[in-house]
């Protein structure tokens, strides 16, 4: 039981004041002597549990302590990438709608793998996600999807790697899965209902479907736009709401 240890600590000390302070000072050597072996069994047994939990405290809990501030924070950081690759394919849906000048986007404006806080998932509505999946469809290409910087002799270039929806759907979600495959190998510091909120997220219907859409739609006829365009909002907000609820955040209504 959580804080058992540090609580008998506590009943030990107050046992031994006890003990030291009052009983002794009012030994009545008619008292029974089944109270008084009870009496010395419990002060050897209180006396005794206080330097085991000293050991215990320097062997045990102080390291555990240390590992769970560094688990803690890797947990934090690898949530914060989950947050980062829904951004991405927001930033994304965005431009579908406002086109801004490429040359001006860049999704990725902070550093991750510094953030020590939990990044906010941006807020966004149902309706925004139907509007841009009407204006989206696996073979269409995203409007940036990536801006790289690429080494050159003259010093260095900065170029747009545009790839179709579907790729660049299961590039984020695969990214995802990867980054909750690295925070459950610190399963032993998350409870029950992270276990679950993680799950959730990797296993999610979005997942699957993105996952799985080249097979069921092996021909990628027309007339699975059509599909596209209904269980594609559908899923998505389900996964988005499935991070929020993750990243500590309140679901949204539709």
């Not at 002597?33 to 405290?57: D, E, H, Q």
């Not at 510091?189 to 992270?194: H, N, S, V």
Request: overall charge positive; charged content about 25%.
């Amino acid at each position: 039981m959580k804080g058992s240890p540090k609580l008998f600590l506590y009943l030990s000390i107050l046992y031994l004041i006890f003990y030291e302070l009052i009983f002794l000072m009012s030994w009545d050597q008619s008292a029974p002597k089944i109270f008084i072996s009870i009496t010395r069994i419990l002060n050897a047994l209180a006396a005794g549990y206080i330097p085991s939990y000293i050991v215990y405290y320097l062997v045990t809990e102080i390291p555990r302590k240390k590992e769970l501030t560094i688990a803690e924070k890797q947990i934090r950081n690898l949530k914060n990438y989950i947050v980062q690759d829904l951004s991405i394919i927001l930033a994304e849906m965005t431009m579908v709608h406002t086109k801004p000048k490429v040359e001006s986007f860049n999704p990725i404006t902070l550093n991750y793998s510094k953030c020590d806080e939990t990044l906010k998932v941006k807020e966004t509505t149902k309706k925004f996600i139907n509007d841009s999946s009407k204006l989206i469809y696996p073979q269409k290409e995203t409007y940036t999807a990536e801006i790289v910087t690429i080494p050159t002799p003259e010093g260095s270039s900065v170029e747009i790697i545009k790839m179709p929806w579907l790729s660049f759907t299961k590039k984020m979600v695969e990214s995802t899965r990867n980054h909750i495959d690295s925070i459950l190998t610190y399963q032993n510091y998350l409870t029950i209902e992270e276990l679950s909120e993680l799950q959730n997220v990797r296993n999610s219907s979005f997942s699957s479907y993105v996952l799985n859409f080249e097979k069921s739609f092996q021909n990628m006829q027309a007339s699975h736009r059509k599909s596209w365009e209904k269980d594609f909002p559908d899923f998505f907000w389900e996964y988005y709401n499935l991070i929020r609820v993750m990243n500590g955040e309140n679901k949204l209504k539709d």
